[in-house]
C-alpha cells in the first residue's frame, strides 16, 4: 500500500480481527433466530483464524483500491476454506455447518468492506486536494469518480432526476408504435408458465394442487433478475455517447437498467398476481406483509450483482455471453420448477446455498403454502442483498473512472 495505508496497518490487523469475531457472532445469534444450530467460538478458531491472516495478508499487498477490494473478496472465501480444511484436517470432522459457513462469509465481507471505506477516508483527510492516495496529480475525472473524490453511495440521490427519466426513457422505447404496448411484458413469463404447465402436468403427469400459481411465484421474479443481469451487460457499453458527453456517477446506468426492468416485475405482479389468488382460491393472510420486504431485498441483491455485471462488461466484453449461459444453468439451480423442500435432504442443503432460493422460496412460501417464510431464508436473503450491494458498488466506483478507456 501507499504510505498512509503502511501505516494504518496495526490497524487494519487490529480492525479485522475485530470484524471477523463479530461477524461470527453475529452469525451466531442469527443461527439462533433461524433455528440453525449454532457453532460456539471455540469451533471457530482455525476458521476465524485462517480468515483474518488470508484478509491482512492479501490487502496489505493491494496498493490501490481496486486490487484492495479484489484481495478482500478473495481474502474471506479463501482464508474460509483454508480454516475449514484445517478443522477437517486436525480434528476428523468438518464441525461447522454450511449454511453458518456461507452466512458468516457474507457478513465478514461486509464487515471489512466497511472498515476498508472507514480507514481510506482517515487517510484521505491526510492527502492534499488534487492527489492521490499515493501523492500523485489527479485529472477532474478522476477526481470526481474514483480516487480520492470518489462519490458514496448516498449522493446517488441527487441524480435521482436523471435516474427517473433514463428509466422513463427505456420505458417509453420498448412500448413505442406498440398496438398492445405493455401486454407484451406479460405475454413473455406467461408463455414460459403455460409450457412449463403443460409439461409437467400433461407430460409428467405432475399432480401438485395449483401448480401453475407455484410455476407463477417462481417465473415472474426470476425474469426480473435474469432479464436485469442481461441488460446490465450493455449498461456501460451501450451508453459510450452519453458517457462521453456528461459527468454523472456512472452507477447510474446499471441502476436504471435494473429498476426499469424492477417496473416491468411490479406491474406484471399487479396485474397476474390478484387474478391468479382469486382463480386459485387464495385467501389473503397476514404472511402477505412479508412480500414486500422479499422484493425490497431482491431488488437490492439484483442491484448488486449488475453492478459487478457492468463493471466487468466493460473490461471483458465475452461476459455478456458468459452471463447467458450462466443464466440458463442458474434457472435450472434454482427451486423455480420443482419445491425445495422435496428433494432429498443432501441435494436440498446444497439448493439452499443458492443465493436466488432465498429470494424464490419465500415467494412460494408466502402465496402458495400461505406461510411466514423460513427465518433462515430471511436472514439469508439479508445477508446477500447487503454483501452483494456492498461488493458491487464498491468494485463499481473503484474502476468507473477508467470506464472511457475501454470505450
Not at 458527453?245 to 399487479?270: D, E, G, K, T
Not at 455471453?321 to 443464466?327: A, I, K, P, Q, R
Not at 423455480?336 to 443432501?346: C, E, G, H, N, T
Request: hydrophobic share 55%; aromatic share 12%; charged share 15%.
Amino acid at each position: 500500500m501507499g504510505h498512509a495505508s503502511g501505516r494504518n496497518t496495526p490497524r487494519w490487523a487490529a480492525g479485522a480481527a475485530v470484524a471477523c469475531v463479530a461477524a461470527a457472532l453475529v452469525t451466531g445469534l442469527l443461527a439462533r433466530v433461524a433455528r440453525l444450530p449454532a457453532e460456539p467460538l471455540s469451533e471457530l478458531v482455525w476458521l476465524l483464524a485462517c480468515q483474518w491472516l488470508a484478509i491482512v495478508a492479501l490487502r496489505s499487498r493491494a496498493r490501490r483500491r481496486p486490487q484492495a477490494l479484489l484481495a478482500l473478496a478473495c481474502a474471506v472465501p479463501l482464508g474460509a476454506a483454508t480454516g475449514l480444511g484445517l478443522d477437517v484436517a486436525v480434528d476428523g470432522v468438518l464441525d461447522v455447518g454450511r449454511r453458518f459457513i456461507i452466512l458468516d462469509g457474507l457478513l465478514a465481507l461486509c464487515a471489512v468492506l466497511a472498515l476498508d471505506v472507514l480507514l481510506r477516508r482517515s487517510e484521505r483527510e491526510q492527502v492534499p486536494a488534487g492527489f492521490g492516495e499515493d501523492g500523485s496529480l489527479i485529472d477532474v475525472e478522476q477526481a470526481f469518480y474514483g480516487g480520492a473524490g470518489s462519490l458514496r453511495l448516498y449522493s446517488l440521490y441527487h441524480y435521482r432526476e436523471l435516474l427517473r427519466n433514463l428509466v422513463a426513457k427505456d420505458l417509453k422505447l420498448k412500448y413505442r408504435r406498440s398496438t398492445l404496448g405493455f401486454l407484451w411484458s406479460l405475454l413473455n413469463p406467461l408463455i414460459s408458465i403455460s409450457v412449463y404447465a403443460f409439461a409437467f402436468h400433461y407430460v409428467l403427469q405432475d399432480r401438485r394442487p395449483n401448480f401453475t400459481l407455484f410455476l407463477m411465484l417462481g417465473v415472474l421474479p426470476w425474469t426480473f433478475f435474469a432479464s436485469s443481469l442481461q441488460a446490465s451487460t450493455g449498461a456501460i457499453l451501450d451508453n459510450v455517447a452519453l458517457l462521453k458527453n456528461a459527468l454523472f456517477p456512472r452507477a447510474i446506468l446499471p441502476m436504471a437498467a435494473v429498476l426499469f426492468h424492477l417496473v416491468q416485475f411490479l406491474l406484471s405482479l399487479v396485474v397476474l398476481l390478484p387474478v391468479a389468488l382469486v382463480a386459485f382460491g387464495v385467501p389473503l393472510d397476514w404472511p402477505m406483509l412479508v412480500f414486500p420486504g422479499v422484493v425490497l431485498l431482491q431488488c437490492v441483491f439484483t442491484l448488486g450483482v449488475a453492478l459487478v455485471i457492468a463493471t466487468l462488461t466493460a473490461f471483458f466484453h465475452d461476459v455478456r455471453h458468459l452471463v447467458d449461459v450462466g443464466v440458463g444453468i442458474l434457472f435450472w439451480l434454482t427451486p423455480i420448477l420443482y419445491d425445495a423442500w422435496s428433494l432429498p435432504p443432501r441435494v436440498r442443503e446444497w439448493i439452499l446455498l443458492n443465493p436466488l432460493t432465498s429470494f424464490i422460496v419465500p415467494y412460494q412460501q408466502i402465496f402458495y403454502h400461505q406461510r411466514v417464510p423460513e427465518p433462515y431464508l430471511l436472514i439469508s436473503a439479508l445477508a446477500f442483498a447487503s454483501a452483494s450491494l456492498a461488493l458491487g458498488y464498491s468494485v463499481f466506483v473503484a474502476v468507473e473512472h477508467r470506464f472511457m478507456e475501454q470505450a
